[in-house]
């Protein structure tokens, strides 16, 4: 087991009706409010006009329309304008893990002099932060649990994790009833998403009895609920565990004490979605099975075994290799079994910039350290398996 520090400040206010509890939340963090939110659903569900009935003496300043990959420029920017400018007090982030990761960059940003892509490209470490509470819409990033974000910069094809410890949320509002409307799609990329940060913690190289039963369980919990969620997106109970399951993803409590992976699926789907702008969990979707068959050697082989006997149930009498395989071909399966496209010409990427993304990757992302360490070679093979 590997040393570690631990410390989470965000309190979790969970469950049906959590909302009305805002007034007292917001009490504390002054009065002039900055509200987060995306391109609109917020308004039609009724929930804008319900946060603003109940903080009736607050002021609220609207930074509308943040878009999923959410963007430096303008969301990033704006927002930070806006802070600086109304003099806000705190940030009230409505919705989804990317309205969040925005507002977390937004933050940092509100109390730095300087251009804020200093803070999120780690030139500069930020001394100060806005005090941020989300409530959550989506399950999906774990961002209301976590001090970190990703933020994209379109002009160039950048997309960066900026993790800071002052960026945790100070309350996170989590009501799974919220997730009722959220559609098939974004529900199943959600899942993909939050199995993704269990699985490139569950890959490392150090790990331990606990850890590994945490999120073995973690995994099977999400591919069950997921699917009752697809089913009947009104069963409450499903929403509920798969929205906490979404909600440990990124907090490091799933994997406290193990190695380091270097999170190379993640690092890839950043290039992805920074170069095409596709939707998150489905660029993971579909590289994590091939990453994973590119990575199956000698050395990594234990791993997977203990994946897909723990996690698929596969028979762990068969050859070594043979489970491996099953496990992976069974990890794709249920990404396409819960309507994922699994192959990136199904969300428009061909093979025209797939050296150019191998070689941002090789550059930006350090995959040389990872579990398995990844060249640009690597890369470019598992882009291109991932045709």
């Given at each position: 087991m590997q040393n570690f520090q631990y410390c989470t400040p965000t309190k979790l206010i969970f469950g049906k009706g959590v909302i009305d509890q805002l007034p007292a939340v917001m009490e504390q963090f002054g009065k002039r409010v900055l509200m987060t939110y995306g391109c609109g659903s917020i308004k039609k569900s009724g929930l804008y006009d319900k946060v603003k009935a109940l903080l009736p003496q607050k002021?609220?300043?609207?930074?509308?329309?943040?878009?999923?990959?959410?963007?430096?420029?303008?969301s990033v920017?704006?927002?930070?304008?806006?802070?600086?400018?109304?003099?806000i007090d705190v940030i009230l982030s409505v919705g989804g893990g990317s309205v969040l990761d925005c507002s977390k960059a937004i933050a940092a940003g509100a109390k730095y002099a300087g251009d804020p892509w200093d803070l999120i490209s780690y030139?500069?470490?930020?001394?100060?932060?806005?005090?941020i509470v989300d409530i959550l819409?989506?399950?999906a990033t774990g961002s209301e649990f976590d001090a970190g974000g990703v933020i994209s910069r379109t002009e160039t094809n950048d997309k960066i994790g900026y993790i800071d410890p002052l960026l945790y949320p100070?309350?996170?509002?989590l009501d799974p009833t919220y997730t009722f409307t959220v559609s098939k799609k974004q529900t199943a990329a959600g899942c993909a998403d939050?199995?993704?940060h269990i699985i490139e913690q569950y890959f490392c190289a150090d790990s331990t009895l606990l850890n590994d039963g945490f999120m073995e369980a973690a995994l099977k919990s999400l591919m069950i609920q997921t699917r009752k969620c697809l089913e009947n997106p009104e069963d409450y109970t499903a929403r509920a565990e798969m929205m906490l399951c979404c909600t440990y993803g990124c907090n490091r409590i799933y994997s406290l004490g193990n190695s380091q992976s270097g999170?190379?699926?993640?690092?890839?789907?950043?290039?992805?979605?920074?170069?095409?702008?596709?939707?998150?969990?489905?660029g993971l979707a579909i590289i994590t099975p091939r990453w994973m068959e590119h990575i199956l050697n000698e050395n990594s082989v234990a791993r997977f075994v203990k994946y897909g006997v723990n996690v698929f149930g596969i028979d762990e009498n068969q050859e070594k290799f043979a489970i491996a395989h099953q496990a992976i071909e069974a990890t794709y399966k249920f990404f396409e079994s819960i309507g994922i496209p699994m192959h990136l010409r199904e969300v428009g990427i061909d093979e025209s910039r797939i050296g150019e993304m191998a070689h941002h990757i090789a550059v930006n992302e350090g995959l040389e350290n990872a579990w398995v360490p990844l060249s640009e070679e690597d890369l470019t093979e598992i882009l291109t398996a991932s045709l």
């Open positions: 002021e609220i300043f609207d930074l509308a329309g943040i878009e999923p990959n959410p963007k430096y420029n303008p920017l704006e927002g930070v304008k806006i802070c600086k400018e109304e003099a030139k500069v470490k930020a001394k100060d932060a806005l005090p819409t989506l399950a100070r309350v996170s509002l939050a199995m993704n999170w190379p699926c993640h690092g890839i789907e950043h290039a992805l979605s920074a170069y095409y702008d596709i939707t998150h969990g489905e």
